[in-house]
């Protein structure tokens, strides 16, 4: 598989980003570099999911709070 270059990740980091800005949602550093690392191939897409959960999950109890 070709290797995704520096450039093209960045452009697509921004456009998912923008997207979701213009619907009121916002993206934080932290999954900003994991939605980097996975599209370098440094960690496995379920690395991916696992930490999208744990985030998900640390989001909805503190709507709970």
Same mark, same amino acid.
């Given at each position: 598989? *070709? *290797? @995704?270059?520096?450039? $093209? @990740?960045?452009?697509? !980091? $921004?456009?998912?980003?923008?997207? &979701?800005?213009? $619907?009121?949602?916002?993206? =934080? =550093?932290?999954? !900003?570099? #994991? #939605? /980097? *690392?996975?599209?370098?191939?440094?960690?496995?897409?379920? +690395?991916?999911?696992?930490?999208? &959960? /744990?985030?998900?999950?640390?989001? /909805? /109890?503190? +709507?709970?709070?």
């Amino acid at each position: 598989m *070709k *290797k @995704i270059s520096e450039e $093209d @990740i960045q452009k697509a !980091v $921004d456009n998912a980003r923008a997207s &979701l800005e213009i $619907d009121g949602m916002f993206i =934080d =550093d932290e999954t !900003v570099e #994991m #939605m /980097k *690392k996975k599209s370098r191939g440094e960690i496995t897409h379920e +690395q991916y999911i696992e930490y999208s &959960l /744990k985030k998900a999950k640390k989001a /909805k /109890k503190n +709507q709970m709070c």
